[in-house]
């Protein structure tokens, strides 16, 4: 599990809430997405934080990078009713470097 943490202080990292984002590409089969929702779960409740929620898009090609419930997911965040975002693996969340890149920027900003 990847963890994106946005707006805890630094070295506050206990009792922290987590949103929870997984993707699958075209052709992909959803036991893929099943899988990343687990291991998302499985991620936060082993460290003793809350699962808020896990969004999903399914069917995305790599060029579609932000997809509608990551943008809820984002939302949530910008909210402030989350602390972080947790994905399975980082290729999930988008597909290129630059897009992570504007992400974290994103993220930066909203903390």
Not at 64 to 87: F, P, S, Y
Not at 96 to 111: A, H, K, P, T, V
């Amino acid at each position: 599990m990847s963890l994106i943490v946005t707006s805890v202080p630094d070295g506050m990292l206990e009792n922290m809430r987590v949103v929870g984002y997984a993707r699958s590409s075209i052709g992909e089969l959803w036991a893929d997405l099943d899988a990343q929702m687990t291991a998302i779960r499985r991620g936060v409740i082993a460290r003793g934080w809350e699962l808020t929620t896990v969004f999903y898009d399914g069917g995305l090609s790599r060029t579609e990078v932000i997809g509608n419930r990551l943008t809820a997911a984002l939302t949530v965040l910008a909210r402030r009713d989350a602390d972080a975002l947790a994905v399975a693996k980082l290729d999930r969340l988008t597909g290129s470097m630059l897009g992570l890149s504007e992400l974290l920027e994103r993220f930066q900003r909203n903390r």
